[in-house]
């Protein structure tokens, strides 16, 4: 059994800062890519920033300069800094890993239950 869980969401002011956790376990062989997610009211769910098994991130325009999303291979986590939060960054963050579960051979994706950021005044 696979699962992603995600931390650190909460309530911040506009030009605050929030770091987003998330933690893959279970039965798990390898991870290769993991990223964050969002989806605002009334939004699509778009793609915030995502970084490969070697470090390599890539961010959404929205987040580039602002956001900075890392990992540690060693305890299959994944974290998002955010920074100079703005009303518009007020979404569900759901954390996304694509994952080999040991049994198997293929890599799965996998999403956790999501956290709410609400940033406001």
């Known amino acids: 059994q696979v699962q992603l869980v995600e931390s650190g969401g909460g309530l911040v002011a506009p030009g605050g800062s929030l770091r987003l956790s998330c933690a893959a376990s279970?039965?798990?062989?390898?991870?290769?890519?993991m990223g964050w997610y969002r989806q605002g009211p009334g939004k699509e769910r778009d793609l915030v920033a995502v970084?490969?098994?070697?470090?390599?991130?890539k961010y959404a325009d929205s987040a580039k300069g602002r956001f900075t999303i890392s990992r540690d291979n060693a305890k299959n986590t994944v974290h998002l800094q955010m920074s100079s939060l703005k009303p518009d960054d007020t979404a569900v963050y759901y954390c996304?890993?694509?994952?080999?579960?040991?049994?198997?051979?293929?890599?799965?994706?996998?999403w956790g239950p999501g956290t709410q950021v609400t940033v406001s005044s």
């Open positions: 970084i490969d098994e070697g470090g390599t991130t």
């Open positions: 996304y890993a694509l994952i080999m579960p040991i049994i198997v051979m293929g890599y799965y994706d996998y």
């Open positions: 279970g039965t798990i062989f390898g991870v290769e890519d």
